[in-house]
């Protein structure tokens, strides 16, 4: 049997997020017009033999309880949030809660991160990690010399795809390959993660006896016992010893997180509907359909109007009102979002009750990376009629009667 965990981190993470984290926990926000959480879920599905599936976070579980008891209907595989009493780390989280995880005695543990959106190709990882022998198997992935050190690089043998060397956001290039933040282990990782725990006991322990205290490596000093990172505690020392192997991903991958980025993703979970899930997309036909170009998702309870056109990757959620002639490209659309006749929108995501005037344009360059290339618009802003907001970030609550570029309204 297989067991799934996905770290979905807590509330002091994903301040990058803001403002949309200000409203929902970051892995439940909306991307393909599904929580960011439930594509890692889905893909769970595809693996052989999955007994439970844990999230494991420090959110509040209220926050979890009603999408969790849902999706465990849905996939009918139990689904449970393990709530942490504080950061933990990635590998001191895992380690937390190993009675449970190691309660249906499963051969090997799926670890995900919950911020990072990809093909997840589980079945085949399993396969290669059975084939490699070792404790753990990471998807890695080639991506631009540039971006590199914003990842774990990591160089791996090409004959045996052995991990050969791991460096967590290096200053100095290394590789150009990188963790995708998605392993494969073996239950030995347990006893992996309570040697560095132990061995920070330890050394804690000399130092109070001597007051000799340079022994302990700048980073890892002050950090509690219970506190183990995946990356610099784990990968980095175990690199080389034939432990960990790697399977590399020629599919998509991305990191999520920026709000300008859960744009991007969006797009791309909306392209993999077309092959995994047709019937989320709209499709136009009908006369009394709008114009739908491109890969859009447009929840039931959403009313849009026949003459308005949408696409491409445009996700609207429930309930949100999209008037006649209106005109949406590249946006996510939240909750009770209301947008008036003949506004456009392009490049934009529109916070959770918020209105848009007739006339009005919500728009922005499109550059995902850069921190205005996507006009962000919190819970309940209200833009009036013919007002144009371009490249900009606003704030919950606002109301806009003028135009504004290039601006963050606080
Ligand atoms: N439950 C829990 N508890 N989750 C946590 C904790 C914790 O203490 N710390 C981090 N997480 C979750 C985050 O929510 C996220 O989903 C994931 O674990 C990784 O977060 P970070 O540890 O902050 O690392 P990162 O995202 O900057 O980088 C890691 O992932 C990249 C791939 O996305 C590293 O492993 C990189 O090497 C890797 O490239």
């Not at 579980?61 to 933990?88: G, Q, T």
């Not at 916070?351 to 309940?380: F, P």
Request: hydrophobic share 40%; glycine share 6%; charged share 20%.
């Amino acid at each position: 049997r297989v067991v799934a965990v996905i770290m979905v981190g807590g509330p002091t993470k994903g301040t990058r997020f803001r403002p949309l984290s200000l409203n929902i926990p970051k892995p439940l926000f909306p991307l393909a017009g599904q929580p960011m959480v439930h594509h890692p879920i889905s893909a769970c599905k595809k693996i052989p033999n999955l007994a439970q599936i844990f999230l494991i976070g420090f959110y509040d579980e209220r926050e979890f309880a009603l999408y969790v008891s849902s999706i465990s209907n849905e996939l009918r595989v139990p689904v449970r949030y393990l709530r942490e009493d504080k950061p933990h780390g990635s590998a001191g989280g895992l380690y937390n809660f190993r009675d449970l995880i190691m309660e249906d005695s499963p051969s090997h543990i799926f670890l995900l991160n919950c911020d990072v959106c990809c093909s997840f190709p589980l079945p085949e990882m399993l396969e290669s990690h059975r084939r490699y022998g070792g404790m753990g198997t990471i998807l890695v992935i080639k991506v631009s010399a540039e971006s590199a050190n914003q990842f774990g690089e990591l160089v791996a043998d090409p004959a045996t795809n052995e991990l050969l060397h791991y460096t967590e956001k290096p200053e100095t290039f290394v590789s150009d390959r990188i963790n995708c933040g998605v392993y494969i282990f073996t239950p030995d990782i347990f006893t992996a993660i309570q040697g560095v725990s132990t061995q920070r006991k330890d050394r804690a322990n000399l130092r109070r006896l001597s007051s000799f205290d340079a022994i302990d490596s700048a980073t890892s000093r002050n950090l509690p016992a219970d506190f183990v990172r995946l990356d610099q505690d784990i990968l980095s020392p175990l690199a080389g010893k034939k432990q960990f192997y790697t399977y590399e991903s020629m599919d998509f991958w991305e990191q999520i997180k920026t709000p300008g980025m859960s744009l991007k993703c969006s797009a791309l979970y909306l392209a993999q509907f077309r092959f995994t899930s047709p019937h989320l997309l709209a499709s136009g036909d009908g006369t009394k359909s709008a114009a739908i170009s491109g890969d859009v998702y447009i929840h039931p309870s959403a009313k849009v109007h026949p003459t308005a056109k949408i696409g491409p990757n445009v996700s609207i959620s429930a309930n949100a009102r999209i008037g006649a002639g209106a005109r949406l490209i590249s946006c996510i659309i939240l909750d009770d979002v209301e947008i008036k006749e003949n506004a456009v929108v392009i490049h934009a995501i529109v916070g959770w009750k918020s209105s848009i005037g007739r006339w009005s344009r919500v728009q922005a360059s499109g550059d995902y990376n850069a921190k205005l290339g996507v006009t962000i618009l919190g819970e309940s802003v209200s833009v009036e009629d013919e007002v144009v907001v371009v490249n900009s970030i606003v704030l919950p609550n606002k109301t806009l009667n003028v135009s504004v570029q290039e601006e963050i309204i606080l």
